[in-house]
């Protein structure tokens, strides 16, 4: 079996510049979402139809592995779109699936069971459908094809566009959920048979259901088991609906695997996330990018994980910002701590409140647990960074590394003025400003001599 996703609208009610089937939910593309959801349904062969934005679109998913084919006239309907791929697929016997691009609420599981749905057909009825069709019933059906069946049965008779239908036929709540399995000799019949329509001059994927129909082509109907899983997302109010629902979807897949959320409604999680058995996250967390969580680390309320590793038992505190940077089991991170650029934290390092850390190794046991900037450095085991420190690593033209031996000890509101080097069990006096190394073992201290001058600061008060 084949699949043909469609992709070339334009998405008007998006009031954007961007492929509609661009727009992100939860990091990753719409149309993401539905390449993921057809593989993972057992289809493997997959052709997208671009056309608004074609060379944006191609860009987007051309790790994906899918055949790329151009509609011309993006407007032309979804049976041109489908026509569009037709050197795709014409020459199987076999079903096709048909999907579109903004649809990505579809699970694997509906692929799955509307093909053995086929199949049990065929095996028991001894029927060839000509293809089944994806519905669901809605309280709202506005903005949806109308399925027509014939009355007691799964038989569809027609699917009617909303802008076609009757008011009659508008009351009808069974709707088309977008995904199609087609048999492909009875569709490329229909397809070069139907005519556009003469109100909008499109031509539609469901004419050519009304054509197989009167040709005696038998098709079914398959009731989706959630019927969010047919919303499709046509406005930016639909794409926040559809976030929220496949957020909700995560978040339940990884409690389920021994995750504890507490308020898991203001959670976010991105679908590269993994995260082991018992960690804990709290409120307001945003997981984000190929993040990985260890066993029994904690995530404190409104911090951000993008692209990082979290070490076992380690604890990031509450609203800490970690980016492309590695924690090792045990550390602690934050509150308000700040960690980016290939930063890497040894075991059971302690990185405190308001401390900024980029481009840095930072060995274990290390402790830089208030309001310091480290800054492209490298610290050794057991050092202690003082709050104030300061690793000033840029020149103006070029940065330079800071390297602090094992056990060495920075006291408050130092500076340390990079290139430079402090050797293992090193001591930087509280206050000093740093600019030649430091050997092993030595004391480095620089202040200017304190002054105290008799009744002058009573005369700047009084005066």
Known sequence: MKAV??????????????????????????????????RSGGVKDIALVVGYGAEEVMEAVKAEGVSFFHQENPKGGTADAVLAAVDFWRNEEDYLLIVNGDSPLVTPETI????????????????????VILTSVLSDPSGYGRIIKEEGTDRILRIVEEKEASPQERNVREVNGGLYLFYT????????????????GELYLTDAVD??????????????????????????????????????????????????????????????VTLAENVEVFPEVMLRGKTKVAENAVIGKGSIIEDSEIGEGAVVEPFSYVKDSVIEKGARIGPFAHLRNGTAVGEGTEIGNFVEVKASTIGPGVKAKHLAYIGDA?????????????????????????????????????????????GALSYVAGGSVVTRDV???????????????????????ED
């Open 5 to 38: 996703i469609l992709a070339a609208g334009l998405g008007t009610r998006f009031r954007s510049r961007k492929p509609k089937v661009l727009h992100t939910i939860l990091g990753k593309p719409m149309v993401w979402y539905v390449i993921n959801t057809v």
């Open 112 to 131: 799955k069971n509307m093909q053995r749905f086929l199949f049990m057909v065929e095996e028991y009825e001894k029927i060839k459908l000509g293809g």
């Open 185 to 200: 000799p009875y569709l490329l019949e229909a397809l070069f048979k139907i005519k556009p329509s003469e109100r909008t």
């Open 211 to 272: 054509y197989m129909v009167r040709k005696g082509y038998e098709i079914r109907s398959f009731m989706a088991s959630d019927p969010t899983e047919v919303l499709g997302v046509n406005t930016r109010w639909e794409l926040g609906f559809a976030e929220n629902i496949l957020r909700l979807k995560l978040v339940k897949f990884w409690a389920q695997k021994g995750v504890t959320f507490h308020m898991p409604e203001t959670v976010w999680v991105e679908p590269d």
């Open 378 to 422: 490298q610290i050794g085991a057991g050092a202690n960074i003082s709050a104030g420190v300061v690793t000033a690593n840029y020149d103006g033209r070029r940065k330079h590394r800071t390297y602090i031996g094992e056990r060495a000890f920075v006291g408050s509101n130092s500076l340390l003025i990079a290139p430079i080097r402090l």
């Open 439 to 461: 050997p092993e073992g030595a004391l480095a201290i620089e202040r200017a001599r304190l002054r105290i001058l008799k009744d002058r600061g009573r005369e700047k008060l």
